[in-house]
């Protein structure tokens, strides 16, 4: 596709349900990285993914939290035993490379946890 | 703690006139700084960028400075127009360790008023 897509858009769940959510980078992008933005917050990092490096996975918030990448390409954002608080738009980015060019976004995955 | 600062949460310009966002940072590993606006229920895009190796970089209406002694950068934008109305988010990069990821500041709310 032309741009980072995300899905779904918006997804209701139930406190302690476990919720996956998907992002389909740019094609050739080696960087992909997950980040979070609660109502009235900044953008905050998650984990990042880099070619066939580890991942950095500092930002995530708890062990709930969990993330992969498959063949390099499309990545699944995984939360186990929702929480209220984890109600927020999850967004994913992809670049060429680790800096130098620009990242690009998805719209992001709007979860609220009822 | 907080790597990338941006401490005016909210910004109100009258059309025509100057708009200035500002960033500080505190780690001097990054090399690399981005600004990004989003709009209500869009993910963010990239506006500009500036080189560790410049002070200055402009794109049409919009230029951003960078201090490196001071570690702070700004983002002009003149002259401001309504459609401007946005988040303004900066971010940083560098080449390793903690700063090997695109760092998000809080964000910035713009309002160009008509």
């Known amino acids: 596709g032309a741009g980072v897509s995300q899905s779904p858009s918006n997804k209701v769940t139930e406190k302690g349900k476990d919720v996956e959510l998907r992002c389909d980078p740019i094609?050739?992008?080696?960087?992909l990285y997950w980040y979070r933005q609660s109502l009235g917050q900044g953008l905050e990092f998650l984990i990042y993914?880099?070619?066939?490096?580890?991942?950095?996975k500092s930002g995530l918030p708890s062990d709930r939290f969990s993330a992969e990448r498959t063949g390099g390409s499309v990545s699944t954002l995984t939360i186990q035993r929702t929480q209220q608080e984890d109600s927020a738009v999850y967004l994913c980015?992809?670049?060429?490379?680790?800096?130098?060019?620009?990242?690009?976004f998805g719209q992001g995955t709007r979860l609220t946890v009822v | 703690d907080q790597q990338v600062k941006q401490n005016s949460p909210s910004l109100s310009v009258q059309e025509g006139r100057i708009s200035i966002l500002n960033c500080d940072y505190t780690?001097?590993?990054?090399?690399?700084f981005l600004w990004y606006k989003k709009y209500p229920a869009e993910g963010p895009t990239f506006l500009i960028s500036?080189?560790?190796?410049?002070d200055k970089n402009e794109d049409g209406r919009f230029t951003v400075f960078l201090n490196k002694s001071a570690k702070h950068l700004s983002l002009h934008i003149v002259p401001s127009q309504p459609g401007d109305s946005a988040v303004y988010f900066c971010?940083?990069?560098?080449?390793?360790?903690?700063?090997?990821?695109?760092?998000f500041g809080t964000g910035t709310l713009l309002a160009v008023q008509p």
């Open positions: 780690n001097s590993m990054f090399d690399y």
């Open positions: 500036i080189s560790s190796i410049k």
């Open positions: 993914f880099q070619g066939n490096s580890a991942p950095d």
């Open positions: 971010a940083a990069i560098g080449l390793g360790g903690a700063t090997n990821k695109l760092i």
């Open positions: 094609s050739g992008h080696t960087a």
């Open positions: 980015a992809s670049s060429q490379t680790r800096g130098g060019t620009e990242a690009f």
